[in-house]
């Protein structure tokens, strides 16, 4: 059974810094993905981020391009979402999502950025955690 578990949410002021973190389990191989995404209250749940977690192909909305950076521990089954220079609308529960990928060469290149487009490509969810960017 697939499990996602996130933590490092909280307060912070415009400007500040998170870091959040996904420990996922139950994966019988690395060929997996990892997606980080977020609901505003009254918004759809929307794609930030999303990585290969064998090969570290990495992707980012437009709007945290720059702003933000996704990691994975090779050493684990942990990705990290460093958020830096937060803005009042990064505010919302973000959730990790994680889905098994296919292992043929160079196909995260092209699975990765499609796959973060739309939460029906993720089929394990984390419980979410809250991000409030406030002063």
């Known amino acids: 059974q697939l499990q996602l578990v996130e933590s490092g949410g909280g307060l912070v002021q415009p400007g500040g810094s998170l870091r959040l973190s996904c420990v996922a389990s139950g994966f019988t191989s690395d060929s997996y993905a990892i997606g980080w995404f977020r609901q505003a209250p009254g918004k759809e749940r929307e794609g930030v981020s999303c990585?290969?977690?064998?090969?570290?192909?990495?992707y980012y909305a437009d709007t945290v391009k720059g702003r933000f950076t996704l990691s994975r521990d090779n050493a684990g089954n942990t990705v990290y979402l460093q958020m830096n220079t937060l803005k009042p609308e990064d505010t919302g529960v973000y959730y990790c999502?994680?889905?098994?990928?296919?292992?043929?060469?160079?196909?995260?290149?092209?699975?990765?950025?499609?796959?973060?487009?739309?939460?029906?490509?993720?089929?394990?969810w984390g419980q979410g955690t809250q991000v409030t960017v406030s002063s």
């Open positions: 990585i290969s977690r064998s090969d570290g192909v990495t």
């Open positions: 999502a994680g889905e098994f990928l296919s292992a043929d060469p160079g196909w995260s290149r092209q699975a990765i950025p499609a796959m973060c487009q739309m939460t029906a490509n993720f089929g394990s």
